[in-house]
């Protein structure tokens, strides 16, 4: 089984080549879908969120209110260093749990879909990493008009993220390593086409 890590920071498209590389029959891990799983009302993650940043992180129906907590977050690093150790021990249990269940499955290629590997994670742990990137200024465009996103917290948000240029230059110990890039400067057939260049390169038919 080949494991892969797909990353991208904010904006760049990342989910787009997650859904592709589905539809072609890799199974994807979605990072941003099991943290919504461990933060779920009644989990012990939630309970340690609310206890840490208060109830003000609750929406009515218990669930967590995350444009607050992405706010208290982007207002204070410690904040997101402790937000982080309640979630990210939390995800990788439930992403190994998710791996196992691929292989016992007779799964060829799993695509673990992580926008903060090289902020969290050891890229060197997957057999291959896929790095998708777009102009910084297009990836701010994407957040203000097609998330409806206020620009400043746009750009806060971007600015926690490793920027892409010291992404491509990872190499794992290895010169002769490093990411798989996907640029995403252009429209989407254009897309496709470098992601199925990369699909072939990870040994996808």
């Known amino acids: 089984m080949i494991r892969v890590a797909l990353t991208g920071n904010i904006a760049s498209?990342?989910?787009?080549?997650?859904?592709?590389?589905?539809?072609?029959?890799?199974?994807?891990?979605?990072?941003?879908?099991?943290?919504?799983?461990?933060?779920r009302p009644g989990t012990p993650a939630l309970t340690a969120i609310a206890r840490r940043f208060g109830q003000q992180v609750l929406l009515p129906d218990g669930s967590l209110d995350r444009a607050v907590l992405r706010?208290?977050?982007?207002?204070?690093?410690?904040?997101?260093?402790?937000?982080?150790?309640?979630?990210?021990?939390?995800?990788?249990?439930?992403?190994?749990?998710?791996?196992a269940a691929a292989a016992s499955q007779g799964a060829t290629l799993v695509v673990h879909d992580i926008p903060l590997l090289f902020e969290a994670l050891d890229p060197a742990?997957?057999?291959?990493?896929?790095?998708?990137?777009?102009?910084?200024?297009?990836r701010l465009a994407r957040?203000?008009?097609?998330?409806?996103?206020?620009e400043a917290e746009a750009r806060a948000l971007i600015a926690m993220q490793m920027p892409a240029a010291e992404k491509k230059r990872w190499r794992g110990g290895d010169p002769a390593r490093g990411p798989l890039v996907i640029e995403n400067d252009g429209d989407e057939a254009g897309l496709e086409q470098r992601t199925r260049e990369v699909w072939?390169?990870?040994g996808g038919a």
Do not use: C, N, Y
Request: no cysteine; glycine share 4%.
């Open 13 to 39: 498209g990342k989910s787009t080549v997650a859904a592709l590389f589905r539809r072609w029959g890799a199974t994807v891990i979605d990072a941003d879908q099991l943290v919504r799983e461990v933060q």
């Open 71 to 99: 706010r208290a977050v982007l207002a204070d690093r410690a904040a997101r260093r402790d937000l982080e150790a309640i979630v990210h021990p939390a995800v990788q249990r439930l992403r190994e749990q998710r791996e």
């Open 125 to 138: 742990a997957f057999d291959a990493v896929v790095l998708v990137d777009a102009p910084e200024p297009v």
């Open 143 to 150: 957040l203000v008009t097609d998330r409806g996103m206020p």
């Open 200 to 202: 072939r390169e990870l």
